[in-house]
């Protein structure tokens, strides 16, 4: 928190509320988003089109996951310092806005899935859905019913509708007090998630918990910290982490995941925006897209390469359809959604406050 002298994040008694130097455009999070949906795709596309599932591929497949979690988090953050609600407009609007962000796109996939009887799964592609289902699937509790996901990487969806739930609390709880608090929170996350793997799988979401709240100490740290470090350095620095995950196995994987999320968390705020031109261009687009690339891109693998055609028609075809079917997607379904979703939030929750200047995440 800013203090007279200096910020600090100890202090309980903040003079005014301290900002955030991360804004809503940031290359070194667009960056962050880019590779966690590319180590998804790149590890998918690796195990449909060979028939392999090697550890590498296992790692960078999970890797991203765990990075969207920090990033997710973080982000929301960002977006609840912007908009200067309070009360129940700040719970209403965030939830009504996270509603509209995550919900339709994946209704529609979803929608197809159940229509032309698609399946995820590489030996079983095709397969009739009960409506029981299909109502999980359009709801995001699969997970809750013990329900399989009829879309490729949808299992981590329901994890952040429930974390979505306690995201404004833990906002609430970071804006005003000290640090220690949120890292008492996080510390206090592990002894649940541990108790997680001993009990029920419908509770999977207290396992990722300490992944989520990673990203809640990596927006603290940023209205505390300095960026000191350069922004070139932001990729090394991002890439040093993953050996901390790396070294994971199937059998013992959690503990991994809990500091892998935590040393991203840790470090991410401490480094300026990256400035070059080609790789901020790049980490954009793909950002941008990711939500639709996340989404597709397992049925798009499995159809392409399942066409009787050469194996170089194939990846011609692949080329395409990867990258038209994300950006159709975003600007015909994602992107009015999202815009609907503001509009209704400024008119039910924000009217008259300074939320209308908050950007979309």
């Known amino acids: 928190m800013q203090l007279a002298v200096n910020p600090g994040l100890g202090s309980a008694h903040p003079i005014a509320p301290a900002r955030s130097s991360f804004h809503s455009d940031s290359s070194n999070l667009d960056l962050v988003r880019a590779v966690a949906v590319l180590s998804v795709f790149f590890a998918h596309l690796h195990d449909i089109v060979t028939g392999e599932q090697t550890l590498l591929q296992w790692h960078f497949a999970q890797m991203g996951v765990l990075i969207f979690f920090v990033h997710t988090s973080m982000v929301l953050m960002l977006s609840l310092e912007r908009t200067k609600l309070k009360g129940k407009e700040l719970f209403g609007a965030f939830y009504v806005r996270r509603f509209f962000r995550l919900y339709p796109l994946s209704m ?18 095709v397969r009739n859905w009960k409506w029981t289902e299909y109502f999980s699937n359009m709801a995001l509790t699969t997970n809750l019913t013990y329900t399989d996901n009829m879309v490729g990487g949808l299992w981590t969806l329901p994890l952040e509708v429930q974390m979505y739930l306690t995201l404004p609390f833990l906002f609430l709880v970071g804006r005003s007090r000290p640090f220690f608090v949120l890292a008492l929170a996080w510390i206090a996350s592990v002894p649940l998630a541990l108790l997680q793997l001993h009990t029920s799988a419908r509770l999977n979401v207290l396992g990722y918990a300490p992944c989520f709240i990673s990203g809640v100490i990596a927006w603290k740290l940023s209205l505390a910290v300095r960026r000191r470090l350069p922004g070139w350095l ?115 929750f924000e009217r008259g406050t300074a939320a209308d200047k908050a950007a979309k995440d």
């Open 108 to 125: 529609f996939c979803v929608t197809v899935a159940m229509l032309l009887h698609l399946s995820p799964e590489v030996t079983n592609p």
């Open 234 to 348: 932001w990729p090394v620095g991002f890439v040093a982490i993953w050996p901390l995950f790396f070294l994971a196995t199937h059998e013992n994987d959690m503990y991994y995941r809990w500091a892998f999320c935590l040393g991203l968390g840790c470090v991410l705020p401490w480094f300026q925006e990256i400035r070059f031109r080609p790789l901020q261009a790049a980490a954009h687009v793909i950002a941008k897209y990711s939500y639709g690339i996340y989404l597709s891109h397992v049925a798009v693998i499995m159809w392409c390469f399942s066409l009787p055609i050469s194996a170089a028609m194939k990846w011609a075809v692949f080329a395409m359809v990867a990258s038209l079917c994300p950006v159709a997607m975003y600007h015909f379904i994602e992107h009015p959604l999202i815009v609907a979703g503001q509009r209704f939030s400024k008119h039910v």
